[in-house]
């Protein structure tokens, strides 16, 4: 929830932190729409289109974390509509808006079995090798940042919906297997 404390330890959680709480001290009127990993419909470089779905053609799908823990996604265009539903409501939100856009709340076993109600077959499940990026790590800074934010594929986590449900009342969101079929 937005009431949720930060409790990063690591460099870019302490800096997101940080960043939040000059937007709320700063009085800039600020919407910050908190989602969890992209699901989009265009290549972007995100981790469904980069390391989990390239190998669907070969029959495997990839998952960076273990398989039955809750992990946050967010369908683009979904978010960008609620983006630009919320921007038109803004006279009516708090100066600083802190709101949870929920999406898909989902293990990997779900998303698996989504993935393969869309793609029409078995799709072999595979557990993503972290050991490169920790390899390169030392010297390559994107590798860095990936290891460090790792966490997030072992803590199970998910976005309240209720305050984005509240606020958008005729806001609905995209079927899973449609998003799944349009990525």
């Known amino acids: 929830t937005a009431a949720t404390p930060h409790a990063a330890t690591n460099p870019l959680g302490r800096?997101?932190?940080?960043?939040?709480?000059?937007?709320?001290?700063?009085?800039?009127?600020?919407?910050?729409l908190r989602a969890g990993d992209f699901i989009d419909t265009e290549a972007s470089g995100n981790w469904f289109d980069r390391i989990m779905t390239p190998r669907l053609k070969n029959g495997s799908f990839t998952?960076?974390?273990?398989?039955?823990?809750?992990h946050a996604w967010a369908y683009l265009p979904d978010m960008a509509s609620a983006a630009v539903a919320l921007a038109e409501k803004r006279a009516e939100l708090p100066r600083f808006a802190d709101i949870p856009f929920a999406g898909y709340t989902l293990t990997g076993a779900q998303l698996h079995a989504a993935l393969e109600k869309t793609w029409g077959a078995r799709l072999e499940l595979?557990?993503?090798?972290?050991?490169?990026?920790?390899?390169?790590?030392?010297?390559?800074?994107?590798?860095?940042?990936?290891?460090?934010m790792?966490?997030?594929?072992?803590?199970?986590?998910?976005?309240?919906?209720?305050?984005?449900?509240?606020?958008l009342r005729d806001f609905r969101p995209t079927p899973l297997t449609d998003a799944l079929a349009s990525a």
């Open 150 to 167: 790792s966490y997030l594929w072992r803590k199970p986590h998910g976005l309240d919906p209720a305050p984005l449900a509240a606020l």
């Open 63 to 70: 998952y960076p974390g273990p398989s039955d823990r809750l």
């Open 126 to 148: 595979k557990q993503m090798s972290w050991w490169p990026l920790r390899l390169m790590a030392p010297a390559w800074p994107l590798a860095r940042h990936l290891v460090e």
């Open 15 to 32: 800096h997101r932190a940080e960043m939040e709480a000059a937007y709320a001290a700063s009085g800039v009127r600020t919407i910050l």
